[in-house]
């Protein structure tokens, strides 16, 4: 006699075990919300949120524009408040001409480039090795240091004026690039700035150099360096734009002309003068144009580090 195999029905699942007060609150319809309004998520938002920037941008811009026009009038059409925007002579080029002419403006500009281009290559190279060694290494008083490091931020430098001169007048260096360039390179927000960028840096990437053999010279230059590009490079701009807008410390620091920064002869033209509004407009174009070019062309780095991560971007 041989058994027939009756298939058998699948095992009905029981009910879930949680608790009746569980099952209703997670059945309970959810209440509908009206149609909430937030920045951009309609036409008028968007419309209203354009017109906003497009009045603030020109508020800022008002006063550039000024500045250019009255760089290209006479200094007589300069004085006239009828005609400020167009002039009754016309634009030219005359204001250009006779700052170039009064001062040595080339020299001027040579200068401010090679001490701010000197200034900016210290501070990132000291800001940076200081940086690595407060987030990377474990020494005794470390964190004091770092206190003392942040707190010297609140420190203006107009006090530090006469103890920098002092200094310089000890070391005899006083009328020279050394005199004008080492005091600017102390930067302690860019300390900490680096600092917290290379605390963000994934530390595997660290221990897997360290498996390799690679000490800290090698995971400074190798490992964080190459990502920390983006933030090195705004740095560098925001270091640079400083270094050749200052205008007290190199002043202070030297009297020989052959020295004088753009914006120390700048001044020492109008006041040999006088006030001419339309030639010290055009010296403030010419001295702010290197910048308008260095921000126009790295300006990306510079939202590439406020928006990049600690992998550099990737």
Do not use: C
Not at 39 to 51: K, M, N, V
Not at 137 to 149: E, I, K, M, S, Y
Not at 153 to 176: A, E, H, R, S, Y
Not at 289 to 308: D, E, G, N, Y
């Amino acid at each position: 006699m041989t058994s027939i195999d009756v298939p058998t029905r699948p095992a009905r699942r029981t009910a879930s075990p949680l608790p009746a007060a569980r099952r209703a609150h997670r059945n309970r319809p959810v209440p509908q919300r009206g149609p909430h309004l937030t920045l951009g998520a309609s036409r008028l938002s968007r419309t209203l949120a354009l017109a906003a920037l497009a009045v603030l941008a020109l508020l800022w811009l008002l006063p550039m524009a000024w500045a250019v026009l009255t760089a290209f009038k006479s200094e007589q059409d300069a004085s006239d408040p009828v005609h400020w925007i167009w002039p009754r002579g016309g634009f030219t080029l005359d204001a250009f001409r006779t700052v170039i002419e009064r001062g040595d403006l080339p020299l001027w500009m040579l200068n401010s480039f090679l001490v701010a281009a000197a200034v900016t290559a210290v501070t990132v190279a000291v800001s940076a090795t200081a940086g690595y060694a407060f987030s990377r290494t474990v020494f005794r008083g470390r964190r004091w240091l770092f206190a003392l490091t942040v707190a010297s931020v609140l420190v203006p430098p107009q006090m530090l004026i006469v103890p920098w001169f002092q200094q310089m007048l000890t070391l005899g260096l006083v009328d020279t690039y050394a005199a004008v360039i080492l005091p600017q390179t102390v930067a302690p927000v860019m300390v900490f700035i680096l600092k917290k960028h290379f605390d963000a840096v994934p530390r595997e990437l660290e221990e897997a150099a360290r498996i390799d053999g690679a000490g800290h010279a090698r995971i400074f230059w190798s490992v964080l360096l190459p990502l920390s590009r983006p933030m090195l490079a705004a740095v560098s701009i925001f270091v640079f734009i400083g270094a050749w807008n200052n205008f007290l410390w190199p002043f202070v620091s030297t009297s020989d002309p052959a020295l004088m920064t753009l914006p120390v002869g700048i001044t020492a033209v109008k006041d040999a003068y006088g006030v001419n509004y339309a030639q010290t407009m055009a010296s403030s174009v010419l001295a702010a144009l290197p910048l308008v070019l260095v921000f126009v062309f790295f300006q990306r780095h510079i939202v590439k580090s406020v928006a990049t991560t600690g992998l550099g971007g990737q």
